[in-house]
């Protein structure tokens, strides 16, 4: 079924996020008949790009993915208009605002127009505002305003933004991205929690012993040095992509399947995590630092970072909710950069299950949920061995989706331009979901001074300390 018409007008598209990601991901609903016949793509830029350059940039990136016929592609490019000027100059909206309403005319688009600002975060409350004071031409068409994170460095900051936004922007507006909120698995969450007898009733503290969250990367900071090193992986990962994993795991059942359920939900939760202070920081916190290793030079040494940089490229973490359903299961957090490995995980570890004739050493069931590279499912649980014994081995149910050929789950901006452009809001986080989270994450952050930084070589698995955070619960960290 097709979207609604719309122009999208896309700031920053002579950048990496345009050319890497979003003109795929268009191409993608492009090529399957979702993107409107009428749908126009305005891309703004500083560069002196003419049209036919514009063109072969765009059509190079989707190449890059996967042959295509050139007549598709040229139907593609066809879409796009190239708009030069500098977004930081307020007289040049005026010229904008006309060009857009040229198109609009020209395209039958009904009026509906889709913002993405794929820019420095520096410039999003300018743009934003900028945008929110332009308002549409037909009462019965839609604006959204589709503007990707950071959303502050800090609560303060994130507040301070979000006024400005809600100042010309009503909230329904507002499609604040987590891209990782687009992915496959974590779409399938609540189906697989809420959609299944055989977990929802043990999905609690009753049943579960712990859970562990890893999202380990092989790569540095690449072209993100400015941006990285202001933030961190503390801010970069955990405020957002790692705390929405946690409320998806352990938010309860909404009463539908409404937008604003699912987040009410959500909220709740993430406002029972319990924040940190001065003691509990130090002993349930590791931040660290890549160093050289494998051949690859230090997190100090990257172009663009200062010599003497504090900035975490690792945090690992112990999180408490404080509520019935999981008072006393510890949620274990871990993420990195220069890491050996490339993975995206959750694992349940249940309780140990008392039976007469078991010996002690047999292991917990475990249900282990891929995000990438590999997405899917996998349940290990206990089985006798064949024969004339009593031993005990671990059998695997493993679901992949997309291990098969042709079987390739929709990118995470696929996803979610495709719900911007049908005015879904489910998988886009709400200001009060951020104003939780920035919480949490500003509790250790008024106590950062006091907190050491730990050191690990690049392509290491971290540091030793994260091994320690979990190991005296003597527990471990589960590479399954």
């Not at 040049?92 to 794929?118: C, H, K, V």
Request: one cysteine or more; proline letters at 5%; glycine letters at 6%.
């Amino acid at each position: 079924m097709s979207l609604p018409p719309a122009l999208i007008i896309l700031f920053g598209t002579t950048g990496d996020l345009a050319q890497k990601k979003l003109y795929p991901a268009l191409f993608a609903l492009h090529q399957s008949g979702q993107l409107n016949p009428h749908t126009q793509i305005l891309g703004i830029g500083r560069r002196d790009w003419q049209q036919s350059y514009y063109h072969e940039k765009i059509a190079s990136s989707i190449r890059l993915s996967e042959p295509v016929p050139e007549d598709l592609l040229q139907s593609f490019t066809d879409r796009f208009t190239y708009y030069q000027m500098d977004i930081t100059e307020h007289e040049a909206y005026p010229l904008l605002w006309q060009s857009m309403d040229d198109i609009e005319r020209a395209g039958q688009t009904q009026g509906n127009r889709l913002y993405f600002l794929a820019t420095a975060p520096d410039l999003f409350p300018l743009v934003s505002k900028q945008i929110g004071s332009r308002q549409n031409l037909h009462a019965d068409s839609f604006r959204r305003l589709m503007i990707e994170k950071p959303f502050g460095q800090d609560l303060q900051s994130a507040r301070s933004f979000n006024q400005e936004l809600r100042s010309v922007f009503d909230e329904n507006e507002i499609y604040r991205i987590d891209h990782y909120l687009g992915k496959e698995m974590l779409q399938n969450i609540l189906i697989l929690r809420f959609g299944n007898r055989l977990f929802e009733p043990a999905w609690n503290r009753e049943h579960i012993d712990h859970i562990q969250i890893s999202v380990l990367e092989p790569f540095g900071v690449e072209q993100r040095s400015g941006y990285y090193d202001r933030s961190g992986a503390l801010r970069d990962m955990v405020q957002s992509h790692l705390l929405q994993l946690v409320a998806l795991l352990t938010m309860n059942q909404p009463d539908s399947l409404q937008p604003d359920a699912v987040r009410d939900e959500k909220v709740r939760v993430l406002r029972k995590l319990r924040p940190f202070d001065r003691v509990s920081a130090a002993r349930d916190v590791i931040l660290a630092q890549y160093t050289t290793g494998s051949a690859m030079r230090a997190y100090r040494d990257e172009r663009g970072i200062p010599e003497h940089s504090l900035t975490e490229t690792y945090t690992a973490m112990q999180l408490w909710i404080d509520n019935e359903r999981w008072q006393g299961v510890p949620i274990y957090i871990r993420t990195g950069k220069r890491l050996n490995q490339s993975v995206g995980k959750i694992t349940i570890v249940f309780n140990q299950q008392d039976y007469l004739g078991m010996h002690n050493d047999r292991q917990a069931n475990t249900l282990v949920i891929r995000i990438q590279p590999e997405e899917g499912i996998d349940l290990r649980f206990n089985i006798k061995k064949p024969g004339m014994t009593t031993e005990i081995e671990q059998a695997r149910m493993n679901a992949c989706q997309n291990c098969q050929r042709g079987a390739a789950s929709p990118q995470a901006y696929e996803k979610l331009l495709h719900d911007a452009l049908s005015g879904d809001l489910s998988l886009f986080t709400r200001w009060d979901e951020i104003e939780a989270t920035w919480t949490l994450i500003d509790s250790i952050q008024s106590v950062r001074d006091e907190l050491p930084l730990y050191y690990y070589p690049a392509g290491s698995q971290g540091p030793h300390a994260a091994e320690r955070l979990i190991s005296r619960d003597k527990k471990t960290w589960l590479d399954l």
